[in-house]
């Protein structure tokens, strides 16, 4: 079976100069793991996997994905979207963990600032505490996995509160300000626009659903027992409607 995921990573590991261990640091994923892929022994990552070697890499994720076959079989329009909102989203990456690479050299007094904002604006929601500790942080950072399900339009946010405090020229301001507009006419397509994926529709009786998602009531995760309760009643009832 081709290698072309491998091949690829491999190649351009070495374009860059990186060691496998250089990759490791950079990405997050063990040096083990990426000598998996590179020889062929694992074709198809996880799509999480390959986003982390993207940001190590610093190229999009949907190079990566399109070489590990989760392109085929799928509509052109819907590979366009798909690469337009990585394409967005690895630049906004990028983007966020240089700047929190220099918020992070900011005496106290000035994070303490940035916190302000950041809880004033009110965009934030469930990141708030994900945004404060990275701030508060005394090293170096790599945003993408704390904050991989915030949407484009949550990370424009939190780029334009933090350009205030720290200076950032590789990305021009028009990009962002043409990205803002691309997102809000909905030209690339912003999947977390909430904060999180949007769901339209989850089946219950699903075998897998407890697998995906956590399911809470009042606090506490449901039981595969309760869910199996819930669901003979609701067939019990229906049966008498």
Known sequence: MSNELGSFLKELREKKDLSISDLAYASGVSGAQISRIETGKREQPRPETLQKLAQGLRISYGQLAEKAGYFDGMQQSDKQEFFAYHEANSNLDLVLSEMFNQVFKLDQETKLVIIKEVGVSGKFGEHDEDIIETINKNEAVNISPDFSDMSLLQKLYLIDILSRFVRYFAVDETYLEKLYEQ?????????????????????????NIKEEFSIIVDGRPLTEKEMQKILAQIRLDRQFE
């Open 183 to 207: 997102i809000k006419t909905g030209k690339i397509p912003d999947p977390y626009e909430s904060g999180r994926e949007l769901v339209k529709s989850i089946d219950l009786s699903d075998d």
